[in-house]
């Protein structure tokens, strides 16, 4: 069996360190566990803030020529990240980094990122891009950004008015999104791939996160990137919440059949991927007509 941790990826490794790392947030004021980081701007409103990066997928999007989409996918999980607790998104920055900078792969990897911000209404207010031979080897790529928002705190959405009997809904994602391509890559090899098939950008959600909060009571949202569904909702569940999930209730993209074919498990799938669903919202059963509806809480 095809494995994440075998491919090179350890997601207990990544918890360890997270844990390592919450006293030292803590002592600055902050805290961890959201998709976005709060900050209080004034009496009425916050400032939600995250950071990611586009990650191995980039060495794929590399050599199919398609680093514009890498840029869609940065700037779509940012703001994705942003649109979990509710705001609207101010501002995005980006990072790009190699030994030796191709100007033009930079520069598709911005315009790729600004395609996503202006249809989100996100400024690019700037970024940093630095040559750093002896970090990163010859060919080697990196990029990454940040994205801040705003939203009123009579407005934040935080899971905290969850409860048992709430029903989940499933937004369907465009495939793999930007997780797991370590594991993917292993598979691939240096053979050619089927670009089409792998690399569809990250789906923006913010309209959907926006007509969804006009059509029902949403209390959670969780946004599916390395971890899965059951990685990822239960970072916005109340203590003593479960999520269940009926994985049979939507269909997958025809990329999580490739994986079925290249011998991935399905645990596997189910702790590494998406399956299919890249956003997740909790609404009260009543209002389970707003949506997909792919598990409920309990």
């Known amino acids: 069996m095809s494995s994440y941790e075998a491919a090179g990826v350890s997601l207990g490794k990544a918890e360890a360190v997270v844990e390592r790392l919450r006293a030292a947030v803590a002592s600055t004021g902050g805290s961890l566990g959201g998709f976005a980081g ?4 004034d009496d009425e409103r916050l400032l939600a803030a995250t950071m990611d990066g586009v990650g191995t997928k980039l060495i794929l999007s590399r050599r199919a020529g398609r680093l514009f989409d890498a840029g869609m996918d940065l700037a779509a999980h ?11 998104p101010l501002f995005f920055l980006d990072y790009v980094a190699s030994g030796s900078l191709d100007l033009e792969e930079v520069a598709e990897l911005v315009e790729g990122a600004a395609s996503v911000c202006r249809e989100a209404g996100c400024a690019i207010l700037g970024g940093e891009s630095a040559e750093l031979p002896g970090i990163y080897r010859d060919e080697e790529l990196d990029f990454a950004g940040a994205c801040v928002g705003v939203v009123r705190r009579a407005d934040l ?12 809904l499933g937004l369907p994602s465009s495939g793999l999104h ?3 391509f370590t594991l993917v890559r292993s598979l691939v090899g240096e053979g050619d791939f089927d670009a089409d098939l792998l690399l569809p950008p990250t789906r923006l959600y913010l309209d959907d996160v926006r007509r969804l909060r006009a059509q029902a009571d949403v209390r959670a949202f969780a946004h599916v990137t390395g ?70 809480l309990a």
Not at 38 to 41: A, K, V
Not at 78 to 88: H, L, Q
Not at 157 to 168: F, I, M
């Open 38 to 41: 709060l900050h209080p701007l």
């Open 78 to 88: 940012c703001v994705n990240d942003v649109a979990t607790t509710g705001a609207d």
């Open 157 to 168: 959405v935080d899971g905290s008015r969850c409860q048992a009997g709430d029903v989940v």
């Open 178 to 180: 930007a997780n797991g």
């Open 227 to 296: 971890g899965g569904i059951m990685g990822n909702l239960p970072r916005v569940l109340p203590a003593g919440l479960r999520a269940e999930i009926d994985w049979g209730s939507w269909e997958r993209p025809a990329v999580y059949g490739w994986l079925d074919d290249q011998g991935v498990s399905e645990e596997e799938q189910r702790r590494v991927f998406n399956l299919g669903i890249g956003m997740c919202a909790v609404v009260p059963e009543a209002d389970a007509g707003a949506g997909l509806v792919i598990g409920r």
